[in-house]
């Protein structure tokens, strides 16, 4: 079954520093790759996805997150972070070989707080 | 344009009382899907529609019932709410599967307590 670990359920950075939040995912297939943000109170919001095309990809906001098969990451990364980029990240995956194709399986959730 | 709408936003339950949450959308979506948030374990998947008609089970679908007599609404049954109901329900749509790259687009949340 198709599961995916983001390490550090919270990230504290500085206005200004380099965002860096780590998912893990295990699939023994190149799986789909997701991004989603949560904002306070309102739902999930699609940042950004890898399907198959260019490893690296570019979402919204300023993030992008980089697909490496051989560690089996796909880590998002923003190089300047904002005060308005606090809120909660959602790493997610899915098999679209597998039993369960169409499916999204979530990681646990980052939460990000940026200090002025 | 509306977008995904849930309702009631909150809702405070006895244990044994039934309930039903609300979800409707506008974007002529043939996919649609529950899911549940709890802390520290992301979002799990309840039940899930590909088209009016046609539903099917999630990761977690005991204790809960769908129904999907049209393509615009989707809504989520509590058969007898436990406190282990107790959770943040957000209800989801898509052209396609989200897991094949199709943008889903998500309420706001029902929060829901169970006592």
């Avoid at chain 1, 520093?17 to 999930?44: I, K, M």
């Avoid at chain 1, 939460?111 to 002025?116: A, G, K, M, S, Y």
């Avoid at chain 2, 107790?86 to 396609?96: K, L, N, Q």
Wanted: a neutral charge; proline letters at 5%.
């Amino acid at each position: 079954a198709q599961s995916v670990t983001q390490l550090g359920s919270h990230v504290s950075v500085s206005e200004g520093a380099l965002v860096l939040l780590r998912c893990n995912y295990s699939s023994s297939v190149p799986p789909y790759l997701f991004w989603y943000v949560q904002y306070p109170n309102q739902g999930l919001q699609l940042l950004l996805k890898y399907t198959s095309a260019a490893t690296l990809v570019k979402g919204i906001n300023g993030f992008e997150a980089e697909f490496k098969k051989s560690e089996t990451s796909f880590h998002l990364t923003k190089p300047s972070a904002h005060m308005s980029d606090a809120a909660e990240y959602f790493c997610a995956v899915s098999d679209p070989g597998g039993t369960s194709y169409g499916k999204l399986t979530f990681g646990q959730g980052t939460i990000l707080t940026v200090h002025p | 344009n509306a977008g995904v709408t849930q309702t009631p936003k909150f809702q405070v339950l006895k244990t044994g009382q039934s309930m039903t949450l609300q979800c409707a959308q506008d974007m002529n979506h043939e996919y649609m899907s529950w899911y549940r948030q709890d802390p520290g374990m992301g979002l799990r998947l309840i039940h899930y529609s590909v088209g009016a008609g046609i539903t099917d089970q999630g990761e977690v679908p005991n204790g809960y019932n769908v129904s999907r007599s049209t393509t615009e609404d989707f809504p989520l049954r509590l058969l007898s709410a436990a406190p282990s109901q107790t959770s943040v329900y957000f209800c989801a749509s898509s052209y396609g599967e989200p897991g094949w790259g199709n943008i889903q687009y998500f309420g706001a949340g029902t929060r829901l307590s169970v006592l």
